[in-house]
């Protein structure tokens, strides 16, 4: 088995053992061009021209069918018997048969897809060990040092593609730690991007952490100044104001005394319609409660609860975007209830009153019995017989 590495140090391993070192550096260069094109034939003028453009021509003829005949004395067969070039007078290129790994491969062949998942992907990342041909610099082949630049450039933009498609995965599923970790690590290839800016704000806001995304605009903004001379954008600049009022609405709020006020709340059940009785009782919250106490609700537990009464947002854009999160678990929809309820009795007390527990659905009977346990301050749950 044939293994090529061109990222990071250098490595050709064939059936287990190291022969980069029997290999010299413009060998290596060509091996690099054969790869790159895929097993599609290259012309020897072309190779000539890339790594021995001051030879004569004879000379150049011979560094090419020596570096070729470099490659056959150490590369062997595959495990099927195929030889790894197919060369003829005119041009040359790794066969099409030949099974061998490669890194360079792996990753330009790489297309975002909705079928990806996170582990091949993470594989695909660590793959990224060092620079294109690291260290490599070859005297008077001024097209091939080009060319090994122009390579980095696109491998980088390979990188960040495959870091955003993560990214993407990670917020999927609702992993916005590792979502950052990979937002993060595209910033520091695109330090000025400012989607990228407001990709991070929104995963701190979606935290539930604004304080840090404002914190983090503002650093943003200065690096902006001092390196670039800019202020950020017109987009930037808005949802920083939107975080910040939230901020600053939220701390009112909870600096409000108890204004004691009580909803009553009756529910009915349906026993075969889960969910039935928890959403009766936010969809009469929403009724009766000042909007802004269900505004300080994180986002997270919003989208969880949206989920079973859609009375909880009706801001039809923000409806398509909840819409593409997966449906919650059931412990995720518990746990949002009872920070709801939680949040609600900050102004108010709250009477529940079950007509018929027997009748409620047996999510919800065991939802208000773990609300019970719980002992929120304000909440008192009846049964009317």
């Known amino acids: 088995m044939l293994n090529i590495s061109f990222l990071g140090k250098i490595k050709v391993e064939y059936n287990g053992k190291s022969i980069t070192e029997l290999l010299g550096n413009k060998t290596i260069a060509l091996l ?63 066969n099409e048969k030949y099974r061998y790994a490669c890194d360079l491969l792996e990753i330009i062949r790489f297309k975002p897809e909705e079928k990806d998942t996170v582990e091949p992907l993470l594989s695909l990342r660590e793959l990224f060990k060092g620079e294109f041909l690291e260290g490599c610099y070859f ?26 498609r993560l990214a993407e995965l990670y917020e999927n599923q609702r992993q916005y730690d ?19 800016a407001l990709k991070i704000m929104d995963l701190y806001a979606k935290k539930g952490n604004n304080a840090k995304a404002i914190n983090y605009y503002n650093n943003f903004s200065n690096i902006l100044a001092s390196s670039l001379g800019m202020s950020p ?17 939220n701390q009112k709020d909870a600096e409000l005394p108890n204004q004691n006020k009580n909803l009553e709340i009756l529910i009915y ?34 989208s969880d609860l949206w989920h079973i009464q859609r009375k909880i947002n009706n801001n039809a854009a923000k409806d398509k975007e909840l819409s593409s999160f997966m449906v919650p678990s059931d412990c995720n929809i518990i746990n949002a209830f009872a920070e709801l309820l939680k949040i609600i009795c900050n102004r108010y007390s709250i009477t529940i009153r079950v007509n018929e527990m027997k009748d409620l659905d047996e999510f919800s009977q065991d939802t208000l019995m773990y609300v019970k346990k719980l002992k929120i301050k304000g909440i008192n749950i009846t049964q009317e017989h």
């Open 32 to 94: 690099c061009m054969l790869a790159l094109n895929d097993k599609k034939y290259v012309s020897r003028e072309k190779i000539i021209a890339y790594l021995w453009p001051d030879s004569n021509e004879d000379a150049a003829k011979y560094n090419l069918r020596f570096n070729l005949w470099l490659i056959k004395k150490n590369i062997g067969p595959d495990e099927e018997g195929n030889f790894f070039l197919c060369v003829d007078k005119e041009s040359c290129a790794i």
């Open 139 to 164: 005297n008077n082949c001024e097209e091939l040092n080009e060319f090994i630049l122009f390579e980095r450039i696109n491998l980088e933009k390979k990188k960040v593609c495959i870091l955003k």
């Open 178 to 196: 590792s979502c950052l970790e990979m937002i993060r690590e595209i910033q520091e290839i695109e330090p000025y991007d400012e989607e990228i």
């Open 233 to 249: 954008s017109t987009s930037l600049k808005k949802r920083y104001h939107e975080l910040k009022y939230r901020s600053e609405e």
């Open 269 to 302: 059940g349906i026993k075969g319609a889960k969910f039935f009785g928890v959403s009766q009782v936010i969809a009469q919250i929403l009724e009766q409660a000042d909007m802004e106490c269900v505004t300080q609700l994180r986002e997270i537990y919003i």
